[in-house]
């Protein structure tokens, strides 16, 4: 079947516009997680969504960001006034029920961010 | 939080030698390790995993161990390929965390023909 996809897979910004990333999970996938990962680092835990719970908005790193999901499914990330350490590659995650003992984490493509 | 450190930072192996990357955690809670290959430019692919209640799990050539005592596991990679060669991450997560992952900084590892 269809993995996670992102869209779009490159997006150039100027600074202080807002940007939406998209998210497409894997069918079925009740957990929904958003990382970012930053040249030279590891992958950054941003925010998680479970079912029709209330998001888990710990890792967002300012009141810019922020995401929702609509249906239990799609997932959109907004940057609003995006700044140039914004810039990162954004990677979407979905799992069957956000329980390691069920499931595995599958990753999306990605979206490649660049704040000029 | 979790904090999670990985080493080495690079690795450099012949072609057929075995590698080994480390990982330490800081959360005790912690029940859940898996492993991720990214190849560049391409998204993380998970290789293999394990849960707290077993020491040791074997895919082939790949195996991961975990020492709950010391908060470490670690990656073993036998008869190296270069399609081996990536950048592999270690991470750990818990039900306190809403299994989030919490990673460490990844390890290239480059395999030479």
């Known amino acids: 079947g269809a993995g996670v996809s992102q869209s779009p897979s490159n997006k150039v910004t100027e600074k202080g516009k807002d940007v939406e990333l998209r998210c497409d999970p894997i069918s079925g996938h009740t957990a929904l997680y958003w990382y970012r990962q930053s040249l030279g680092q590891g992958l950054e835990f941003l925010i998680y969504f479970q079912g029709n719970s209330a998001p888990d908005k710990s890792g967002l790193p300012s009141d810019r960001f922020s995401a929702e999901r609509t249906g239990g499914s799609v997932s959109t990330l907004t940057i609003q006034r995006t700044q140039q350490e914004d810039s990162a590659v954004y990677l979407c995650a979905s799992s069957y029920m956000g329980r390691p003992s069920t499931d595995t984490q599958y990753f999306g493509p990605g979206t490649r961010l660049t704040v000029l | 939080g979790e904090n999670v450190e990985q080493h080495p930072s690079t690795l450099s192996v012949q072609e057929g030698d075995s590698a080994v990357i480390k990982c330490t955690y800081s959360?005790?809670?912690?029940?859940?390790f898996p492993w991720y290959k990214q190849e560049l430019g391409k998204r993380p692919q998970l290789i293999i995993d394990i849960r707290s209640n077993v020491g040791e799990k074997k895919d082939q050539r790949i195996a991961v161990t975990l020492n709950k005592t010391a908060k470490h596991f670690s990656l073993h990679i036998t008869e190296t390929q270069p399609e081996d060669s990536a950048v592999y991450f270690c991470?750990?997560?818990?039900?306190?965390?809403?299994?989030?992952?919490?990673f460490g900084k990844g390890t290239l590892l480059t395999v030479n023909p």
């Open positions: 959360d005790s809670a912690s029940n859940y």
């Open positions: 991470a750990a997560s818990s039900l306190g965390s809403n299994y989030k992952l919490t």
